[in-house]
């Protein structure tokens, strides 16, 4: 007998619609290729989270896919995607209630070729100090989902070697700005780097601190 699903509920369509928006944004934006990425967000005890190789543009309001913090799935028909074990274990491990994962070009770069991202801007505060790289693993594995989730310690966002970001945040857009973020910290450093016979300044630790605690209070209240 196949498992029973349930429907979504209102705040979980509505969820659902801006994980789409999300997704198609990591798209537009250059950071994905095709279905490479995923994107998620956490409502109540349900993930909900993209699906398996479908192209975002395809999806529909009644393509939901959730699981459970267990990784059970309770919403939709469509395979989770493969990354969901990382995703899980961050949701588990972590206050973050919304995720993008991306393969984003500089970044990758950037994850071949050291173990942490130099302090080449201020806005590396945002992500809560400089950015460790996780060891390589296969994909969609629980040895990777365990290297992500030690990268992250004190941090909101982490390259992975050989692969791409992950970035949390208490809601998708949050999340989503800090994968631009470091997506473009990674070009500047690399662009920086490429100068023959220079180095870049870096920032201080000191330096790095202050810029944390002014971000925490930047924007509209």
Not at 59 to 77: E, F, H, I, M, Y
Request: proline share 5%.
């Amino acid at each position: 007998m196949a498992e029973h699903r349930r429907d979504a509920d209102g705040d979980e369509a509505r969820a659902w619609d801006e994980l789409v928006d999300t997704a198609r944004r990591t798209v537009t934006d250059g950071l994905v290729v095709g279905t490479s990425g995923n994107v998620s967000v956490r409502v109540g005890d349900t993930v909900l989270v993209t699906p398996s190789g479908v192209p975002y543009d395809r999806l529909t309001p009644a393509d939901v896919t959730g699981v459970g913090l267990s990784g059970r799935q309770v919403l939709g028909s469509l395979v989770p995607t493969s990354e969901l074990p990382m995703h899980l274990a961050v949701y588990r491990g972590t206050d973050a209630r919304a995720i993008v994962h991306t393969h984003a070009v500089h970044a990758t770069a950037v994850s071949t070729l050291v173990t942490e991202l130099p302090a080449i801007h201020y806005m590396t505060g945002a992500l809560g100090g400089p950015v460790r790289v996780a060891p390589y693993a296969p994909y969609g594995t629980p040895e990777l989902a365990a290297h992500v989730l030690r990268a992250l310690q004190g941090r909101s966002g982490c390259l992975l070697r050989n692969h791409g970001t992950l970035t949390h945040g208490d809601t998708l857009d949050r999340a989503y700005d800090r994968t631009a973020q470091l997506e473009w910290m990674c070009r500047v450093w690399l662009t920086a780097s490429s100068v023959p016979g220079l180095s870049p300044s870096l920032l201080t630790e000191a330096e790095l601190a202050e810029a944390g605690e002014r971000l925490r209070g930047y924007g509209q209240r």
